[in-house]
């Protein structure tokens, strides 16, 4: 499952967003978006899950959590 997130925190690393998700379960991949030219991050990102079932619960269980003083958003892409 293929998961987008968005309202992340431009200090979000790769590391600190794979650790949320892989407490739901496998991750195959994490991206954070960032801006060619800068470099800077998009504020969101997208985390690939090989279950439905863990991904489901993943959605659930951080759709609004606070990381970094941001509310992440999520939905299944």
């Known amino acids: 499952m293929n998961i987008y997130v968005r309202n992340l925190s431009p200090e979000t690393l790769h590391s600190e967003l794979l650790g949320y ?3 739901f ?3 195959t991949e994490v991206t ?3 801006y060619k030219v ?3 991050s998009r504020a969101s990102g997208f985390v690939e899950m090989p279950s439905n079932e863990h991904g489901q619960a993943a959605i659930t269980g951080l759709q609004g959590k606070e990381v970094r003083g941001y509310l ?3 939905q299944e892409e």
């Open 25 to 27: 379960g496998k991750v």
């Open 32 to 34: 954070i978006s960032t």
């Open 38 to 40: 800068e470099g800077k």
């Open 72 to 74: 992440l958003k999520l």
């Open 21 to 23: 998700f892989e407490m």
